[in-house]
């Protein structure tokens, strides 16, 4: 997940309960978790280590370097010289790091925010960073990214990865929606309602079967990070799936997929539930009431992604949808808060 | 002790000053540390130590900081060892490893020997040391004094006015001490106050933005997973649950105090078994729906959530007669709730009133998690090629202790317990405790960890809070760890442990991994001691200490090579 400390700005001058917070990004825990997504790892290192004509005597810049891991890749690559550049404490052991492997002349590390870090080139060739938070978006640091890339990024210059999509599709899930949601019926004999609809307004980050998955899967959203602006990043799209098998609905489900384009050859990988678990797993709206669908129903709508007002952290999600489908037509719109 | 040889370059000056002392002086005669053999000089007598009792006493000096009293306590520390062991004398392996109490033991400024003049030979060690004690008739002086009678009189005097000055300096210098802890106290209250006060003054004042003001712990606690998490843990909550269904008769008609009630369960168990009133009090946005779920239940009309902080809200009533609440953290006191419930036992309980939990009991054990080892301390040694030391939690700069379920067959020890807390009568002060333990392995091991977890006891009258310590450490009371964590507490008492014997809970375990592992065989023991305490930087958190040794089966202290390690943990 993207480093949220880099994204945010932190005013307070004395330590208090929010440095604590943001601090904690700073453990190991989300460091090894990343790491230890191979398929998130090995999918950077490979576009990175098997495109050394592409890095080469090249300056780059590693936006929320977190361990530096991606900034020794680049190293490795024959980079000319690496600058990582995180808001985190946990620059800290990064530097470390890359001393301990010997690579203190080819990195250097700095601690700050994007904005305000000076660096030691007007123009970097390329840009690599591992911004991408749950839901593709949540606590995501791609403005971060942007403003590196309009600060700093040569003309003709390249961005790793360079592409990002997000899909949505739809699940069986009965069995599951009951353990979360079901619980709230009867807890050790009390009923606790309002906790449920608290608990349908949140999206559940978790991972899904893909053998749940009863629809078409649908991109509807793609970012080209290359062009894209700060204000694309709140949309409002149409989007329409088709069911596969005859079924119910209990949730929309949403993923998203990353390209980097720019290798000699693409280099991609998913976070859907027809590809390897990452961390980031996939994102679960669930629907206050079940759906019986039929194969070759159309679900249509829109999904709307903008950040919240008064917390520009969270992410406010709505999908307005409407099944005109043989069993059964229903006309919705549920409104979530990534929180 | 790290034995280097002998730093003759760095004593060049000192051998030449000892040298001329030794011509031009006759002094009594100082005895070995060990043995009955007597030098003239402080220099030849530790060259003696050294080679025949393989103790480099300067070298140790130096390396462990030691200051001038830390060199007279542990010259009189080994002297009393001498005076007691009569195989002293043999002795041909000694070591400081910098951190022994008696180092700090004024016990031990006494001399063991009647004018012991190695003594005062210490000041001359290292003249850094002691420049700035003692006044100027360094015993070295001396040595120009042309009369010899006399100057044995007028040292014997010197000696006397500079072992006067030492006494004073001490206890100024013990005053300062007092001194430095009392303002430190002063300023880590000072610390908890404004950081508590701090969170209290925007989750009162901001309403419904809290979440901008940061307050992290309270709010992340209106987060629906986190009480999902909490009430699917059937250890815990069932635990409660049992205690309050099973004791009707208690609750009948009583009035109960629920301190961080969250969702409100324990409330509502409290309601239906009997209580006539339940206040449930929590800082945080969940007693919106603390409320609505007493609403839902039909229990408001026992129960009455109120928001605010135990330190200054006020009850609708004078006293309670129980105060529930679920406030345990990780290794019990990570987060510091137990102090907002010490809180409210001091302001609201009535005399003779119940906490419940009423005691808890912390221990710790020794594993062998070969998995655990591979997954967490040497993957960073070759991440994706590359090596990252930095990242281990255990390394000198950051070294956290860990929390993870460890299976029970990783256990390769007998536990020890290493904190008993009688909620009735425990003190916020006394949550920062020290302890020594002692494991005795079970099996030929690798130990790698330390383990610690924790046991809660519900009792029904605070008079007797738990299970004595006795009954806690008594053979039968756990047979090999194959305990359920129902069968833990004889006699009718309820309570449930986070021990890996047990279910799994949310709590998990936690892990203190050794700075080395040790190859201990059946019957071996680790022994050491164990010091927890609030992090002065944070409160919520725990900085823990541990010295640990590794004794042989069946040997008694004294009769194998101690070799003390120490490692300082986090829990943050």
């Not at chain 1, 492997?101 to 080819?106: A, H, Q, Y």
């Not at chain 1, 307005?320 to 719109?333: H, N, R, T, Y």
């Not at chain 2, 080395?516 to 071996?524: H, R, T």
Request: charged fraction near 25%; glycine fraction near 6%; hydrophobic fraction near 40%.
């Amino acid at each position: 997940m993207a480093d949220a400390t880099t994204a945010n700005s932190n005013k307070d001058s004395g330590m208090t309960s929010k440095d604590y917070y943001f601090d904690s990004y700073a453990h190991f825990g989300i460091h090894e978790e990343m790491l230890k997504d191979e398929v998130r790892t090995t999918s950077y290192r490979d576009s990175i280590i098997k495109n050394k004509h592409l890095f080469k005597d090249k300056i780059v810049l590693d936006v929320g370097c977190g361990t530096g891991i991606l900034s020794m890749f680049a190293a490795k690559a024959g980079a000319k010289h690496v600058i990582g550049v995180d808001m985190s404490n946990i620059i800290d052991k990064a530097k470390m790091i890359v001393a301990e492997n010997g690579l203190s002349d080819k990195v250097t590390l700095l601690k700050g925010k994007m904005e305000e870090v000076v660096l030691p080139y007007d123009h970097v060739d390329i840009i690599i960073s591992e911004w991408m938070g749950y839901f593709l978006l949540y606590e995501s640091m791609l403005d971060t990214v942007l403003v590196a890339r309009d600060k700093y990024l040569s003309p003709g210059g390249m961005i790793f990865p360079d592409t990002a999509t997000m899909v949505i599709s739809t699940i069986e899930d009965g069995d599951y929606r009951e353990e979360k949601l079901g619980f709230w019926d009867n807890v050790y004999g009390f009923s606790m309602s309002c906790i449920k609809e608290a608990a349908l307004k949140e999206p559940l980050v978790d991972t899904v079967e893909s053998r749940f998955v009863n629809s078409t899967p649908m991109v509807f959203k793609t970012i080209d990070i290359l062009t894209v602006k700060k204000e694309d990043l709140t949309f409002k799209v149409p989007f329409e799936i088709e069911v596969s098998r005859d079924d119910y609905v209990h949730a929309f489900i949403s993923w998203f997929d990353i390209e980097f384009r720019a290798c000699h050859k693409p280099v991609c990988f998913s976070t859907g539930p027809f590809a390897k678990y990452t961390h980031w797993k996939q994102t679960v709206f669930y629907t206050p009431e079940s759906l019986t669908v039929c194969k070759g129903d159309k679900i249509s709508g829109e999904i709307t992604c903008a950040p919240n007002g008064e917390n520009p952290r969270d992410l406010d999600i709505t999908i307005g949808f409407e099944l005109d489908g043989k069993e059964a037509k229903v006309k919705d719109s549920l409104s979530y808060r990534m929180c | 002790m790290s034995v280097v040889s002998y730093s003759e370059s760095g004593f060049d000056t000192q051998d030449e000053r000892w040298d001329d002392w030794e011509d031009d002086e006759l002094l009594t005669p100082m005895k070995c540390l060990f043995c009955a053999t007597t030098f003239q000089s402080a220099i030849t007598l530790f060259r003696h130590v050294k080679q025949h009792h393989g103790f480099d006493f300067p070298h140790a000096r130096k390396t462990l900081n030691l200051d001038f009293y830390q060199s007279m306590r542990a010259v009189n520390y080994i002297r009393t060892l001498e005076k007691t062991d009569p195989k002293f004398s043999q002795v041909s392996q000694f070591e400081l490893t910098g951190t022994e109490a008696f180092l700090n033991d004024d016990e031990y400024l006494k001399p063991v020997l009647e004018d012991d003049t190695l003594l005062y030979a210490l000041d001359e060690l290292d003249l850094d040391d002691t420049r700035s004690i003692g006044g100027g008739s360094r015993a070295g002086s001396l040595a120009r004094s042309p009369m010899v009678g006399e100057g044995c009189v007028l040292r014997e005097r010197e000696l006397a006015s500079k072992v006067k000055a030492l006494e004073q300096q001490l206890g100024i210098k013990e005053r300062e001490v007092t001194f430095v802890t009392e303002q430190f106290d002063e300023y880590r209250q000072m610390v908890k106050r404004q950081f508590y006060d701090n969170m209290g003054d925007k989750t009162n004042d901001d309403g419904g933005k809290e979440k901008e003001g940061g307050d992290y712990y309270f709010n992340s606690y209106a987060n629906n997973d986190i009480h999902l998490q909490m009430l699917q843990d059937k250890v815990r909550t069932e635990g409660y649950r049992d205690f309050m269904y099973d004791s009707k008769s208690l609750f009948h008609g009583k009035v109960v105090l629920d301190v961080g009630c969250g969702t409100g369960i324990l409330s509502m168990f409290a309601a239906r078994a009997g209580a006539s009133k339940v206040i449930a009090v929590d800082n945080s946005d969940i007693v919106v729906k603390a409320r609505a779920n007493v609403a839902e239940n039909g229990l408001d009309n026992v129960i009455t959530v109120v928001r605010g902080k135990i330190e200054d809200i006020e009850l609708p009533v004078d006293s309670v007669d129980i105060i529930i609440s679920e406030w345990m953290g990780y290794f019990l006191l990570f987060e510091a709730m137990l102090d907002s419930v010490l809180v409210a036992r001091d302001r609201f309980l009535a005399p003779g009133g119940l906490l419940a939990p009423s005691a808890s009991y912390i221990y710790l054990t020794a594993i062998q998690d070969d998995e655990y080892m591979h997954d967490q301390v040497n993957y960073w040694d070759n991440v994706y090629g590359f090596k990252m030391s930095a990242m281990k939690k255990l390394q000198v700069a950051a070294k956290e202790a860990d929390v993870d379920v460890i299976p029970n067959d990783a256990v390769v020890a007998t536990r020890s317990l290493i904190a008993e807390i009688d909620h009735g009568t425990t003190t916020s002060k006394k949550l920062d405790f020290a302890s020594s333990f002692s494991v005795t392995v079970t099996r030929d091991s690798t130990v790698h960890a330390l383990l610690g977890y924790f046991d809660v006891a519900f009792s029904q009258s605070q008079a007797v809070p738990g299970p004595s310590s006795a009954d806690l450490t008594a053979d039968a009371y756990e047979k090999n760890g194959q305990v359920t964590d129902k069968a833990l507490w004889k006699q009718s008492m309820h309570g449930f442990t986070t021990g890996p014997h047990g279910t799994p809970t949310h709590w998990k375990q936690t892990v203190f991994v050794l700075p080395e592992s040790i190859v201990a065989k059946e019957g071996d023991e680790v022994r050491g001691d164990f010091v927890c305490r609030k992090s002065a930087t944070n409160p919520r958190e725990l900085d823990i200490e541990v010295a640990y040794y590794h004794v042989p089966k069946g040997m008694a202290e004294g009769e194998f090579e101690k070799v003390i390690k120490h490692q300082s943990y986090q829990l943050v």
